[in-house]
């Protein structure tokens, strides 16, 4: 083991002759150890250390700060500079003071595992007087400088990677930015990469982009650099190109979903980054957030409805979540919605679904399926018409108010939900030729009906808010308590009658007025309501 006291910056020794570790200073308890080893490619015994850096030393995240960024660059820098002291010390000899005439560099006994590795530098493969392009003589002496430095010396022979607008900070260093990242002679890495592979070396500097996970990983995707351009961009984060055109490069079948679609998400238009994350494996997306979080951030105002769906409407927070009646990008439909409401209610609504307090909700997919009169948002396959489709703190999460009882007292406000569609003059017209045809002449039967202070017949009592086999969406019956009472109606060309419970048999005339002033009777054709005692029961929908 190294020992604690080893200068910082010295370049030592451990227990093999081949290992090197080089100290450096950080602001950690203990010094960084960059590891210069064979160990780390066991299918290569015997080569020398050189410049293959691993990264078998994981950093704590809060030493890399930017001060230690640059001493890690410049520690690989050393590494690399330091080529021929490490080689020399692997091969346990003395270096040569003089070149003898006709000698190789890459002879057994010198430099000659520089080109056993799989990836070899053009001019190395070539043959064996390719190392005076970038090593200079001097005279017979064992002694080299470099013909150019920086860039240059490899702009002698390959095109310059560093005209467009932002220049990778490596390439910046004015000694050896090439090697930095690249082994000047050979590599078991393609691009004769310091590490075996692309993301391996992007890591080593760009840690924390890999701290949430990665989503665009080296096993789903080639490397960073397909999206990223390593030397030098033109756009912001050394992007390839801009977003979404860069995204759409891999996701070609959503840029066909966005340019064909009605609607199109608003953030989509600013930018793939305005949800995802690149580079975290959130809920499996990439996204910044998981929703309904991601969402609110922008639909703010829809925070307390979110608030409501989690006590109220539980199972649009389940799942797929927003996504479960959304297209997060672009759709044919209003509010980007992947159908019209009425079928996504019924990816729920199509078997009996158990509420928050405990009360079963009836199956809404074979009374839809029939052919029966609909009501209005029916007819339009519009349930959010009458329902906030996502939660609020109404009866049945209506728009408006609705009384919750088979008696409620009049007003306006209680039937709030109704009038939104239905004129308010239906109830509080006493006289009227057009506010309703449930008139007697032109006594508003339904005035008669709903406007009491005390006992006023709800909506329900004779309609049914879904379906019904009747005009005008009649009941067959209706529950009261324990009993259904039948409303036997019976329509005319101008009006009709009804036998119910509530009263004798009547009859109403638009045009010639009935006069029928018996008194009220109870029929004996009253049938229990099965399986409840309280009006309507827990399933039935017509409630």
């Not at 930017?66 to 020399?88: D, N, Y």
């Not at 530098?121 to 080299?144: T, V």
């Not at 592979?197 to 982009?209: A, E, G, M, Y």
């Not at 650099?225 to 992007?239: G, V, W």
């Amino acid at each position: 083991m190294l020992p604690e006291s080893a200068a910082l910056g010295e370049l030592t020794k451990k227990s093999s002759e081949t290992d090197l570790e080089l100290i450096l200073p950080c602001r950690a308890a203990r010094p960084i150890r960059l590891c210069l080893c064979p160990e780390t490619y066991p299918a290569e015994p015997g080569l020398p250390a050189e410049t293959l850096l691993t990264s078998r030393t994981t950093l704590p995240n809060q030493v890399i700060t930017p001060t230690v960024r640059r001493m890690l660059t410049l520690a690989v820098v050393s590494g690399v500079l330091c080529f021929q002291i490490s080689v020399l010390l692997a091969q346990q000899r003395q270096a040569p003071q003089t070149i003898e005439a006709g000698s190789s560099c890459l002879a057994e006994q010198c430099h000659a595992s520089l080109r056993t590795r799989p990836v070899v530098h053009g001019p190395l493969a070539e043959g064996d007087d390719a190392c005076q392009l970038c090593h200079e003589a001097d005279g017979n002496r064992h002694a080299f400088s470099y013909p150019a430095t920086g860039t240059e010396l490899c702009y002698s022979c390959h095109e310059s990677v560093t005209e467009k607008k932002l220049v990778h900070a490596p390439l910046k260093d004015k000694e050896a930015p090439c090697t930095i990242c690249h082994n000047p002679h050979s590599s078991l890495s393609k691009q004769l990469l310091n590490f075996k592979t692309t993301n391996d070396l992007c890591l080593s500097c760009h840690n924390k982009v890999a701290q949430g996970g990665m989503y665009h990983d080296a096993e789903k995707i080639e490397a960073c650099t397909s999206c990223h351009q390593p030397h030098s961009s033109d756009t912001a984060s050394y992007l390839r190109a801009k977003s979404p055109d860069l995204c759409y490069s891999c996701h070609n079948d959503l840029k066909d979903t966005i340019t064909q679609a009605a609607m199109v998400h608003g953030p989509v238009g600013l930018g793939c980054s305005s949800c995802h994350d690149a580079h975290r494996e959130l809920a499996g997306k990439g996204l910044a957030k998981t929703t309904p979080d991601l969402c609110v951030d922008c639909h703010d105002d829809f925070k307390p409805t979110v608030a409501q769906m989690s006590s109220r409407h539980h199972l649009l927070l389940e799942g797929k979540k927003c996504a479960r009646c959304h297209d997060p990008h672009a759709a044919k439909l209003e509010y980007l919605l992947l159908g019209d409401s009425q079928s996504l209610c019924l990816t729920c609504h199509a078997e009996d679904v158990k509420s928050a307090d405990g009360r079963v909700i009836a199956s809404l997919k074979e009374v839809l399926a029939e052919d029966l009169h609909r009501h209005g948002p029916g007819k339009s396959l519009d349930c959010a018409a009458c329902h906030e489709p996502h939660a609020n703190k109404q009866y049945r999460f209506f728009r408006g108010q609705y009384p919750q009882t088979f008696y409620s007292p009049y007003s306006p406000q209680a039937y709030s939900l109704c009038f939104t569609c239905h004129d308010e003059s239906l109830a509080t017209a006493v006289k009227t030729d057009e506010a309703t045809e449930f008139r007697n002449g032109q006594t508003n039967l339904h005035y008669l009906h709903v406007n009491k202070k005390r006992k006023g017949r709800t909506c329900r009592t004779c309609h049914a808010r879904h379906v019904s086999k009747n005009p005008q969406l009649l009941r067959e019956s209706v529950p009261f308590g324990q009993w259904r009472v039948p409303i036997n109606f019976t329509a005319t060309d101008n009006g009709g009658t009804c036998s119910p419970g509530c009263h004798q048999s009547k009859a109403y005339d638009r045009v010639n007025t009935v006069s029928d002033d018996g008194p009220s009777n109870v029929p004996s054709d009253l049938q229990p309501l099965p399986g409840s005692s309280t009006p309507g029961g827990q399933n039935d929908w017509a409630e």
